[in-house]
């Protein structure tokens, strides 16, 4: 957005998306493995675990991996990606905090179209249903693991990962 002023940033569309796996039973993790680039899940690692704990980046697609092969004691990962990991699951935010993982851009010439007041009013209504654990497992299935279960959906609940709608409002007519 910086760089770019053609476009914004509206507002959150996902929150608390990015999760905590620990080794199951695991003492505080001296070493978590991130997505490089990230900087948020450093300072995800700082607060959740303190100063003594490394958070160490790496490839996105490695995260996983260097969990199942014990190079690291926990991994920040996307919930969909943490649902096949085997350990201790702890929220992204720290005291009830939501962390926001995703937000829409939008090009600042297309906020006055209709074409995009119809697209709010349409993402609203799907936050609406994703907040139904039946939708919501559909969606996953559909997008992320045809193995998705109401356990894993559970967890999103737990986590308190949830689609919310972009804080600005409709553009006015």
């Not at 929150?15 to 978590?32: L, M, Q, T, W, Y």
């Not at 997505?35 to 996983?64: N, T, W």
């Not at 199942?68 to 350990?87: M, N, P, Q, W």
């Not at 962390?99 to 829409?104: C, D, E, G, P, S």
């Amino acid at each position: 957005m910086e760089k770019d002023q053609r476009f914004e940033i509206v507002g959150p569309v996902l929150v608390n998306a990015d999760i905590f796996v620990v080794r199951p039973g695991g003492e505080k993790p001296s070493a978590v493995g991130i997505s490089q680039k990230r900087e948020y899940q450093r300072r995800m690692v700082a607060e959740r675990f303190g100063d003594r704990c490394e958070a160490i980046p790496m490839l996105h697609a490695a995260v996983p991996f260097a969990f199942a092969k014990h190079e690291v004691d926990a991994v920040v990962a996307d919930i969909t990606r943490a649902c096949s990991l085997a350990g201790d699951f702890y929220p992204g935010g720290v005291d009830g905090r939501d962390l926001v993982t995703a937000v829409l851009v939008v090009k600042k010439t297309v906020k006055t179209d209709e074409q995009y007041r119809q697209f709010l009013r349409q993402y609203e209504d799907a936050v609406r249903e994703m907040a139904e654990p039946e939708r919501l497992l559909r969606l996953l299935r559909t997008y992320a693991s045809e193995h998705m279960s109401f356990g894993d959906v559970n967890l999103w609940r737990r986590m308190q990962v949830r689609f919310v709608s972009p804080s600005a409002s409709l553009p006015s007519e």
